[in-house]
């Protein structure tokens, strides 16, 4: 797979993430089913919820040639304080209806717990569930992967999650990530960088007709 977008959110502190261009050229637009304020916002070259107690998501501009491509984020995770998530999505509606998700739940158990979910109709179920056990202050890379029909999380490069056999979404949809503000926005998860990995779009070669001129 090729690395589609790569962000590593160097900006300017107090820039919300649909103002943002990442390395690789890839912009950010909100998910419709954002609450009406806030936005993702980066903050030390890292990007959260704004504290504003809404749920935030970002779509990335960039679309994969294939449904089978892979969701990237590395996480910081700080400590189990308040009511925290961070969401990392693919083969999603730009409505925030359906697709296939990771989301970490950063208070339920020490150390926080993954949840690999399925959305239809805008409400998530579980398709599996991981006690992650971080240490506080800590960085981890999570994935959301997705072949075919197999959709897994993986967390520093070990599959936690899965694979599970689900049929239900296998368009290309989009990707995303998101979380919810908290008013203590030192204690919430963050992200430090996100990758889009999968087959880049190409340009079929241009065909030319050979002509043999016959000499008289």
Avoid at 13 to 34: E, I, K, N, Y
Avoid at 121 to 131: E, H, M, P, R, V
Avoid at 160 to 184: K, M
Wanted: hydrophobic letters at 35%; aromatic letters at 8%.
């Amino acid at each position: 797979m090729s690395v589609l977008v790569l962000d590593n959110f160097a900006a300017t502190d107090g820039t919300l993430l649909p103002a943002h261009v990442g390395d690789s050229g890839g912009g950010w637009s909100r998910r419709s089913d954002s609450d009406a304020a806030g936005d993702m916002v980066i903050t030390s070259n890292q990007c959260q919820a704004s504290p504003d107690s809404k749920t935030e998501h970002c779509l990335t501009s960039v679309i994969p040639a294939t449904a089978d491509y892979t969701v990237e984020a590395t996480i910081l995770y700080v400590n189990g304080v308040g009511n925290q998530f961070n969401t990392i999505a693919g083969r999603f509606s730009t409505d925030g209806q359906t697709g296939y998700s990771i989301y970490f739940d950063s208070n339920v158990v020490s150390g926080g717990r993954w949840h690999l979910a399925k959305t239809t109709a805008g409400a998530a179920s579980d398709l599996g569930t991981w006690d992650a056990l971080y240490n506080p202050a800590s960085q981890h890379v999570a994935q959301l992967v997705m072949v075919g029909t197999a959709i897994s999380m993986t967390s520093d490069g070990v599959t936690q999650i899965g694979p599970v056999t689900d049929s239900t979404y296998t368009a290309i949809g989009r990707a995303s990530i998101g979380g919810f503000g908290v008013t203590s926005p030192a204690d919430e998860p963050k992200f430090t960088q996100f990758r889009l990995l999968g087959t880049s779009v190409t340009t079929a070669p241009t065909l030319y007709r050979s002509i043999s001129i016959r000499r008289r």
